[in-house]
């Protein structure tokens, strides 16, 4: 190779790194804003944290999960291939929320739930899950079915709505900042995750590359964690600050949505086939996780440390069955 290409490569890789750290410090950021905002918006309406969480956080760190659902059905229609892609990353971003974000959340702080919340929107996801593989079992998901799974978020998420709207009731205090800049604060926070997001994994994508790094690796470690870092960001973020409502909200939140929004939307575009077998799979190993959590998050102490590593540490050796079967 000439000097000359040595260089350009160089300078390649340079640009590269450089926006792969503004990537991060882009999460960091956006973190921060969404969390602060997300926080005003609580106290200044009285709203518990859990309910800004499952709501506002958790539908706009999900945004890039639906737009590639949407995508997908739009650009292939029937293509067997884009639908297991719809289908996976739906139920894989499902999974590293409770597993490798849970597990990293909790890691730095101890993480509790309140028993009636505990059954309440525990009881929904695994309803959610139970659905999604009832309608999928045969590997085809309708569009009747797609959009019986997107009614079922609308009324979930009408059901929170109301259930905020009866609890708030804004505070006098005149030092806290007025809910509608709040809300501004939260949206520009999500957009600069959602963006910091996309340029982070785009880098760290050809980078490995570059490095001539295998293709599973690529799409299973990178993009696959790419796809949970605004979740991550916002979790492991408000557990740090001792917001464990915030962090719980948001990952319950989002995978509720995560199973029922982005295979209702595609599925209601055009009907959904795919490979049976990842519901086989993907949707017990979810559940029986999604069980452990829940019983881990309603305990009196809650969950600590000790139980996180374990939880983490069940991901970790999924993804590891993961890659070895490729």
């Known amino acids: 190779m000439c000097v000359k290409c040595r260089c350009r490569e160089s300078l390649s890789l340079d640009m590269e790194f450089l926006a792969l750290l503004a990537g991060l410090a882009g999460l960091w950021l956006g973190t921060e804003m969404t969390i602060r905002a997300a926080v005003a918006i609580a106290a200044r309406l009285r709203i518990s944290e859990f309910i800004i969480g499952a709501v506002v956080l958790s539908v706009g ?21 884009a639908s297991d892609i719809v289908v996976g990353s739906a139920l894989g971003s499902a999974l590293g929320n409770f597993g490798f974000v849970l597990g990293v959340a909790g890691l730095t702080a101890s993480l509790a739930l ?36 997107v009614v079922v978020y609308v009324i979930y998420l009408a059901v929170l709505l109301a259930e905020a709207k009866a609890t708030a009731r804004p ?31 785009s880098s760290a994508t050809r980078l490995a590359s570059s490095m001539n790094l295998e293709q599973s690796f690529i799409a299973i470690v990178i993009i696959g964690l790419g796809s949970s870092l605004p979740e991550l960001s916002i979790s492991v973020g408000a557990a740090f600050k001792r917001r464990a409502g915030l962090s719980i909200g948001n990952l319950i939140g989002s995978n509720v949505f995560d199973t029922l929004v ?39 102490k809650g969950m600590q440390k000790k139980e996180a590593a374990i939880v983490l540490g069940l991901y970790l050796g999924y993804v590891t069955m993961k890659i070895a079967s490729i």
């Open 114 to 149: 309140p028993r009636r919340l505990a059954f309440q929107h525990g009881g929904m996801l695994l309803g959610s899950l139970i659905l999604l593989g009832l309608f999928g079992l045969d590997g085809r998901v309708s569009r009747i079915e797609g959009v019986s799974l």
């Open 61 to 81: 760190s999900d945004l890039p999960e639906l737009m590639i659902a949407v995508r997908a059905a739009l650009e292939t229609l029937q293509s067997a291939q």
């Open 171 to 201: 505070s006098e205090r005149s030092g806290l900042v007025n809910p509608v800049v709040s809300l501004a604060y939260v949206l520009v926070g999500l957009v600069i995750l959602i963006g910091s997001t996309e340029l982070t994994v």
């Open 262 to 300: 982005p295979v209702g939307v595609a599925a209601a575009i055009v009907d959904l086939e795919f490979d049976a077998s990842m519901l086989r799979l993907e949707v017990p190993c979810l559940f029986i996780l999604s069980v452990l959590v829940l019983i881990l998050l309603a305990r009196s």
